[in-house]
């Protein structure tokens, strides 16, 4: 059964620096995704990787996915207010179009 | 991408009574799923809701508390049963296409009382 781990759970971080989030899962994956979410709202596509390699990019954004490692990180450059937000990664289960979701990860950027 | 709209947005409701909430998409879809995310917690799949035939409930969740229906490619109902308090949460379905993206409803937020 897939896990999926993400570190860190909170994040505080000042504008204008970069950071990133790193999401783990436990049994092999060829795609991985990744969603924002703001408070009382729903979930925001942001990425889907489809491929070991894959590197996808929007604006202070990028995310990468390494199948050997199984890992995916976001990476946020040059933080702005904006961004705030609780941001997801999520691996289909089993090869099928299920999601397991990670706990998220809470960023606050402080101005 | 999909437009997808659920309905109600939220609602408040006594223990022991049942809700039933809607999932539109604006096109076809093959699959569509139901997700629960508890307050401050990160998104569980309750169920795949086949068109056609009985869905498909994960660990933990069952049919008398959530049946769910698909009667077309492009709807399906989630109802909750007899709720109590901790069924408070925000009730999201999702649909995928052949793309591999997967979108999610804007959810209905529930409070039980």
């Known amino acids: 059964e897939l896990k999926v781990e993400q570190n860190p759970l909170f994040l505080s971080m000042q504008e204008g620096k970069n950071y990133t989030i790193y999401c783990n899962y436990s049994t092999t994956s060829d795609r991985l995704y990744w969603y924002r979410q703001d408070p009382g709202k729903s979930l925001e596509s942001l990425f889907v990787l489809l491929s070991n390699g894959a590197v996808k990019q929007e604006g202070r954004l990028m995310a990468s996915l390494d199948t050997k490692a199984r890992l995916s990180t976001l990476h946020i450059t040059a933080a702005v207010h904006d961004l705030s937000a609780t941001y997801f990664c999520a691996g289909p289960q089993g090869g099928s179009e299920k999601l397991v979701f990670g706990k998220g990860t809470k960023l606050t950027v402080n101005p | 991408s999909a437009v997808i709209s659920q309905k109600p947005s939220r609602d408040i409701c006594q223990r022991g009574t049942s809700l039933t909430i809607q999932c539109q998409v604006d096109?076809?879809?093959?699959?569509m799923f139901w997700y629960r995310q508890q307050p401050g917690q990160s998104l569980t799949l309750i169920a795949t809701a086949n068109q056609g035939s009985e869905a498909t409930y994960e660990s933990g969740f069952v049919i008398d508390k959530f049946p769910i229906s698909r009667p077309n490619l492009t709807f399906s109902t989630l109802t909750v049963s007899n709720m109590s308090p901790e069924d408070s949460s925000i009730y999201l379905c999702?649909?995928?296409?052949?793309?591999?993206?997967?979108?999610f409803g804007p959810g209905t937020r529930l409070t039980v009382t």
């Open positions: 999702s649909v995928s296409r052949d793309s591999y993206e997967q979108y």
């Open positions: 096109s076809q879809v093959t699959m």
